[in-house]
């Protein structure tokens, strides 16, 4: 390590110190110049020293709230917790970030790096989804704001892979119930996954569930709509395959009424 880095690294200990302080330490507070910190936060950055990066955004905002350097800090700062997986101090600088500065030209990234920090936290659909949730939530807002950018077509593509993520979420609870017959509460479920998710990998196998829970309650007019929806939309299926042995076996011939809910979700 060079001099010079050296004495870096121990500014940027001290700025972590610092940093630390409580207001009645005034007598330990030394004030840096605005480009040396920055500039140690930047080259930390690009060594990938993530953490000691964003110390060092952060005390440029403290040291010299009122400068151009403050503004980028802040953002550099969000994106610094995000490299290092501190997400949630990243979602809070990028948020400190867009009521400073609504309008500035960075705040779509700043919307952005708000949705990649819940969609890093997306979880196995095993697990609660309300980080999910925060993702299809955050994604959809970039996608709403910022229709023609690069971030809202990758943003577009995360939102597709979270929304089948939520859609597999549904599958396995209502598969869970099915398992224990409360088909009642299956059909909830999958009824979820066709209304909310129906462009979803989920959707053949959601309607074939329907297909079967509808025949296990004996509500058979039902069943026969779900198995026409899927055999309309997923002929080639595996999963309309087996609604319609279920229903030939029953002697049952598939049709969709035009007042069912089901019908109305796909034009004919």
Excluded at 108 to 125: F, K, M, N, R
Excluded at 242 to 262: C, F, K, R
Aim: hydrophobic share 40%.
């Amino acid at each position: 390590m060079s001099l010079v880095s050296f004495r870096n690294l121990i500014l940027l200990f001290a700025i972590a110190g610092l940093s630390a302080c409580s207001s009645t330490d005034e007598d330990r507070y030394v004030a840096r110049d605005v480009e040396v910190i920055y500039n140690l936060a930047q080259e930390s950055l690009e060594k990938k020293r993530y953490k000691f990066a964003a110390v060092a955004f952060d005390e440029v905002e403290r040291q010299h709230p009122y400068s151009v350097w403050a503004r980028r800090a802040q953002l550099m700062s969000a994106y610094s917790h995000y490299m290092s997986n501190g997400f949630d101090d990243a979602i809070l600088a990028a948020q400190r970030f867009l009521q400073l500065h609504p309008g500035n030209r960075s705040a779509p990234y700043a919307y952005y790096l708000i949705a990649l920090c819940h969609y890093e936290q997306i979880s196995d659909v095993g697990r609660d989804q309300a980080k999910t949730l925060e993702a299809e939530r955050a994604l959809t807002e970039v996608i709403r704001r910022f229709p023609n950018t690069d971030y809202a077509r990758d943003a577009g593509l995360k939102l597709a892979l979270t929304q089948d993520h939520l859609a597999g979420k549904d599958m396995e609870v209502g598969r869970f119930y099915m398992q224990r017959q409360e088909y009642l509460a299956a059909i909830g479920r999958f009824r979820n996954v066709i209304e909310s998710y129906q462009t979803t990998s989920h959707a053949p196998e959601a309607l074939h569930r329907l297909v079967e829970s509808y025949m296990a309650l004996g509500i058979l007019e039902e069943a026969k709509m779900a198995g026409a929806v899927l055999g309309h939309n997923y002929e080639g299926s595996k999963w309309y395959r087996y609604s319609y042995a279920m229903l030939a076996e029953g002697d049952m011939t598939p049709q969709v009424s035009s007042t069912s809910w089901l019908a109305k979700l796909w034009p004919f």
